[in-house]
């Protein structure tokens, strides 16, 4: 029997809050998520709370979240508007 990972419930309650204001165009909103997002894991990693596998699964979705939301600001608004 193979199982996941065991989840951070807080981590995983913030990455919701990411996904819903990304998913609503908060451009905003997600960036500063993805900042508390960022927060809680390396503090996890530096207490000791995440560790291992855990560790290595925040890591990758972190490293995922950044590089979606790289460019997802109201500045990437300007690259679509049409000068006449």
Do not use: C, P, W
């Amino acid at each position: 029997m193979m199982f996941g990972v065991r989840k951070d419930k807080r981590i995983e309650e913030m990455l919701r809050t990411l996904e819903m204001d990304a998913s609503n165009n908060y451009k905003d909103a997600a960036q500063k998520d993805l900042h508390k997002v960022e927060e809680a894991i390396h503090s996890g990693i530096e207490s000791g709370q995440l560790k291992g596998k855990q560790k290595e699964h925040y890591e990758k979705i972190l490293r995922e979240k950044k590089e979606q939301l790289r460019e997802f600001t109201h500045k990437d608004q300007l690259k679509n508007v049409v000068h006449r």
